[in-house]
């Protein structure tokens, strides 16, 4: 009779959102899948653990790659926690034996993390050890795989500009993270993992091994593998994705820093592997693999995962408390690697939770004037300024957009001194264009990151510049009269409109549609939250500087000055975070930008008035730039019949290219 040890509690499961006979079939459909071992973890309880004939709970099963991330990715946490070394530094820091060589010099830690520095991979299209030179000696670690790596791998491409699986790459990460460690308390990457991940989470030591069960001794140094080789009860690597899901803690205790487990588990921005023949292959966060894309459709965005060969498998969804972990033989045959997984793990777990994966469509229905919003190509996009981002805008009376600037040196030639806010004007086409800093010692704020003071939104009006700041308690108005130079701050609002943004018209408030203006929020207290709705208040243009003139849209054609009468103009529930908002004179439509987040998911809606009703224009939950946000529409860049437009945006890294600039991508409005 065979043998099984597992459990599946149909109570349990269907109170934690499972379908116990979807979970059943999954379950037994990757067991007629060479699978050894399936353990799956919901809000911190078992609700499936399913071993094969022979196999146990305590049985250590081959990780293979997925050692990648529960050695890699786990010990470059650590490291980087302890502030012993950090992803954009030179590997050759740490390791000496490529200072002196003119392109391995060039490699940054981040890049052995990803698959991107560059490194030749050791594999081949016989047995490994069979492999010719280098590369099977790498696999026999003949006489150890970390001289080979550091030493014999040669570069296929210029770190960081493509991506190559590379095992080798992963043998200098170890390297690296070992050196970095030769004056902490534990000295080498087993002993660093043992005392402050395996001990706290309660994992034993025959419950683990790593690096094909010995170190190395190299250059002073104990190595251990950390591309493969290990072995972990489906347990105990689960304990570990569950740490890393709960951001780093664990019973209460603090195991790693939350942000660090944040900027490990993020899409690292590093060119992306091909997916021409594998649709499902994920970017790379630092040593684990996420889903930032969504390229595993059904999954959350959250989602993080590591694999290994005969997919191993463990995948952890912070939105959903869920952890998987698989374990066995191979699943199908000659198919890309990411193809059965997805196919055949992820996808019908996922169906089995009932989770409704993917994410709404659109609030609004199609514009009836806009039929398709079309962007220029990728590589079209032109970027100033690195590393300054949200970019509220506005046309001034001199012909130039003015602007400013969160958490950066502006533009070339960059400013010396970091500002959480400062300003800029732009001059040119949105093909061909200059920006020109701005020093002002009364509008600009220094510091504080995410907390400090920020621009969200600006105008022109009458010639005096006019600012909305968020993260002062409440966004805050402020007005200058000599272009950005002299700032006066005012009133600030009481509740709601977290990061205003004014509706702007043409050059210096002209073609404006009454004597108001007006100003879009989330509503909500915080610029960093997503909200249900977008609000609405207006003031007039003579009086704006009154907190009393400004009143609220309250619904039905009534106005408030009462804040907490107001009514959302546009509902979309969780998904409205920072707004813009231009009226397209050519159009005679007014258009509402609207940011989901910071994952690459926003909408453009139209109206025949401020305050709709609304249609949707564009809507994406994944634009394809990576983790972009704050999208900007410059009113003197919309052509005279308003088909012609342009994008300014912002975001992290992505593909080895740096977002966090002035972005600017051409778009186009076709109309029906």
């Given at each position: 009779?065979?043998?099984?040890?597992?459990?599946?509690?149909?109570?349990?499961?269907?109170?934690?959102?499972?379908?116990?006979?979807?979970?059943?079939?999954?379950?037994?459909?990757?067991?007629?899948?060479?699978?050894?071992?399936?353990?799956?973890?919901?809000?911190?309880?078992?609700?499936?653990?399913?071993?094969?004939?022979?196999?146990t709970a305590a049985t250590r099963q081959g990780e293979a790659?997925?050692?990648?991330?529960?050695?890699?990715?786990?010990?470059?946490?650590?490291?980087?926690?302890?502030?012993?070394?950090?992803?954009?530094?030179?590997?050759?820091?740490?390791?000496?034996?490529?200072?002196?060589?003119?392109?391995?010099?060039?490699?940054?830690?981040?890049?052995?993390?990803?698959?991107?520095?560059?490194?030749?991979?050791?594999?081949?299209d016989v047995g490994h050890m069979e492999l010719p030179g280098?590369?099977?000696?790498?696999?026999?670690?003949?006489?150890?795989?970390?001289?080979?790596?550091?030493?014999?791998?040669?570069?296929?491409?210029?770190?960081?500009?493509?991506?190559?699986?590379?095992?080798?790459?992963?043998?200098?990460?170890?390297?690296?993270?070992?050196?970095?460690?030769r004056d902490a308390p534990q000295k080498d990457v087993r002993?660093?993992?043992?005392?402050?991940?395996?001990?706290?989470?309660?994992?034993?030591?025959?419950?683990?091994?790593?690096?094909?069960?010995?170190?190395?001794?190299?250059?002073?140094?104990?190595?251990?593998?950390?591309?493969?080789?290990?072995?972990?009860?489906?347990?105990?690597?689960?304990?570990?994705?569950?740490?890393?899901?709960?951001?780093?803690?664990?019973?209460?205790?603090?195991?790693?820093?939350?942000?660090?487990?944040?900027?490990?588990?993020?899409?690292?921005?590093?060119?992306?592997?091909?997916?021409?023949?594998?649709?499902?292959?994920?970017?790379?966060?630092?040593?684990?693999?996420?889903?930032?894309?969504?390229?595993?459709?059904?999954?959350?965005?959250?989602?993080?995962?590591?694999?290994?060969?005969?997919?191993?498998?463990?995948?952890?969804?912070?939105?959903?408390?869920?952890?998987?972990?698989?374990?066995?033989?191979?699943?199908?045959?000659?198919?890309?690697?990411?193809?059965?997984?997805?196919?055949?793990?992820?996808?019908?777990?996922?169906?089995?939770?009932?989770?409704?994966?993917?994410?709404?469509?659109?609030?609004?229905?199609?514009?009836?004037?806009?039929?398709?919003?079309?962007?220029?190509?990728?590589?079209?996009?032109?970027?100033?300024?690195?590393?300054?981002?949200?970019?509220?805008?506005?046309?001034?009376?001199?012909?130039?957009?003015?602007?400013?600037?969160?958490?950066?040196?502006?533009?070339?030639?960059?400013?010396?001194?970091?500002?959480?806010?400062?300003?800029?004007?732009?001059?040119?086409?949105?093909?061909?264009?200059?920006?020109?800093?701005?020093?002002?010692?009364?509008?600009?704020?220094?510091?504080?990151?995410?907390?400090?003071?920020?621009?969200?939104?600006?105008?022109?009006?009458?010639?005096?510049?006019?600012?909305?700041?968020?993260?002062?308690?409440?966004?805050?108005?402020?007005?200058?009269?000599?272009?950005?130079?002299?700032?006066?701050?005012?009133?600030?609002?009481?509740?709601?409109?977290?990061?205003?943004?004014?509706?702007?018209?043409?050059?210096?408030?002209?073609?404006?549609?009454?004597?108001?203006?007006?100003?879009?929020?989330?509503?909500?207290?915080?610029?960093?939250?997503?909200?249900?709705?977008?609000?609405?208040?207006?003031?007039?243009?003579?009086?704006?500087?009154?907190?009393?003139?400004?009143?609220?849209?309250?619904?039905?054609?009534?106005?408030?000055?009462?804040?907490?009468?107001?009514?959302?103009?546009?509902?979309?529930?969780?998904?409205?975070?920072?707004?813009?908002?231009?009226?397209?004179?050519?159009?005679?439509?007014?258009?509402?930008?609207?940011?989901?987040?910071?994952?690459?998911?926003?909408?453009?809606?139209?109206?025949?008035?401020?305050?709709?009703?609304?249609?949707?224009?564009?809507?994406?939950?994944?634009?394809?730039?990576?983790?972009?946000?704050?999208?900007?529409?410059?009113?003197?860049?919309?052509?005279?019949?308003?088909?012609?437009?342009?994008?300014?945006?912002?975001?992290?890294?992505?593909?080895?290219?740096?977002?966090?600039?002035?972005?600017?991508?051409?778009?186009?409005?076709?109309?029906?």
């Amino acid at each position: 009779m065979r043998r099984l040890a597992w459990f599946l509690l149909a109570a349990a499961a269907s109170g934690q959102s499972f379908d116990a006979a979807k979970l059943e079939a999954a379950r037994a459909n990757l067991a007629r899948q060479n699978t050894q071992a399936l353990y799956i973890v919901k809000d911190g309880k078992v609700v499936l653990e399913w071993y094969a004939d022979g196999v146990t709970a305590a049985t250590r099963q081959g990780e293979a790659s997925l050692s990648k991330a529960l050695v890699g990715g786990l010990s470059l946490a650590l490291a980087m926690n302890d502030k012993r070394i950090q992803p954009w530094e030179a590997a050759s820091k740490y390791i000496p034996a490529w200072r002196g060589d003119a392109q391995k010099s060039k490699i940054q830690v981040r890049h052995l993390a990803t698959h991107t520095s560059g490194i030749e991979d050791a594999e081949g299209d016989v047995g490994h050890m069979e492999l010719p030179g280098w590369k099977g000696a790498f696999w026999r670690r003949e006489p150890d795989p970390f001289s080979l790596a550091v030493n014999d791998a040669p570069l296929l491409f210029a770190p960081g500009t493509g991506n190559q699986y590379s095992n080798p790459g992963m043998a200098a990460l170890s390297y690296a993270i070992t050196a970095s460690l030769r004056d902490a308390p534990q000295k080498d990457v087993r002993s660093l993992l043992r005392e402050r991940v395996m001990v706290p989470l309660g994992i034993v030591d025959e419950e683990w091994s790593i690096g094909y069960g010995q170190s190395y001794r190299v250059d002073g140094l104990d190595l251990w593998a950390n591309w493969g080789g290990s072995n972990f009860t489906p347990r105990a690597a689960a304990r570990i994705f569950e740490m890393m899901m709960r951001g780093g803690e664990w019973g209460g205790r603090r195991i790693i820093e939350r942000h660090t487990v944040e900027q490990v588990l993020r899409y690292a921005g590093m060119p992306l592997p091909d997916r021409k023949q594998g649709p499902h292959s994920p970017g790379s966060g630092l040593g684990w693999y996420t889903n930032f894309d969504r390229c595993w459709p059904e999954v959350p965005r959250d989602a993080f995962a590591g694999a290994g060969a005969s997919h191993q498998v463990a995948l952890a969804v912070p939105s959903l408390g869920l952890i998987v972990v698989r374990n066995g033989r191979e699943i199908g045959k000659d198919e890309p690697f990411w193809t059965p997984v997805y196919r055949e793990i992820f996808e019908p777990i996922m169906a089995a939770m009932n989770y409704p994966a993917r994410q709404p469509g659109p609030p609004y229905p199609a514009s009836p004037v806009i039929a398709q919003v079309k962007f220029a190509p990728a590589e079209t996009i032109v970027r100033r300024a690195p590393d300054s981002d949200n970019w509220p805008m506005t046309w001034g009376d001199d012909g130039h957009l003015y602007t400013a600037y969160g958490d950066g040196h502006g533009f070339e030639p960059l400013i010396a001194e970091k500002l959480s806010m400062g300003f800029a004007s732009v001059e040119g086409r949105p093909d061909d264009f200059s920006g020109i800093n701005i020093r002002s010692s009364s509008g600009e704020r220094k510091g504080d990151g995410a907390a400090g003071a920020k621009a969200s939104g600006m105008l022109m009006v009458d010639s005096v510049l006019y600012l909305w700041v968020r993260n002062t308690g409440n966004a805050q108005l402020a007005w200058s009269a000599d272009h950005a130079r002299t700032w006066t701050f005012g009133f600030k609002l009481e509740e709601s409109f977290a990061s205003p943004a004014f509706l702007n018209f043409g050059q210096n408030y002209a073609g404006a549609r009454d004597g108001y203006v007006y100003a879009y929020s989330q509503d909500g207290a915080s610029a960093h939250e997503t909200n249900d709705g977008v609000v609405l208040a207006r003031a007039p243009k003579s009086r704006m500087r009154e907190r009393g003139a400004w009143e609220c849209w309250a619904g039905g054609g009534k106005w408030s000055k009462d804040v907490a009468a107001r009514q959302a103009v546009l509902r979309f529930p969780g998904h409205c975070q920072r707004v813009d908002a231009v009226y397209n004179a050519g159009l005679k439509r007014y258009l509402l930008a609207v940011s989901y987040g910071h994952d690459g998911g926003w909408g453009i809606f139209d109206a025949p008035e401020p305050w709709g009703p609304w249609t949707t224009a564009f809507h994406t939950e994944y634009w394809g730039q990576g983790e972009t946000h704050g999208y900007r529409m410059p009113s003197k860049w919309i052509s005279a019949e308003g088909r012609d437009m342009a994008l300014v945006y912002s975001g992290l890294l992505f593909n080895g290219v740096v977002n966090d600039a002035f972005c600017v991508r051409k778009m186009s409005l076709e109309t029906r």
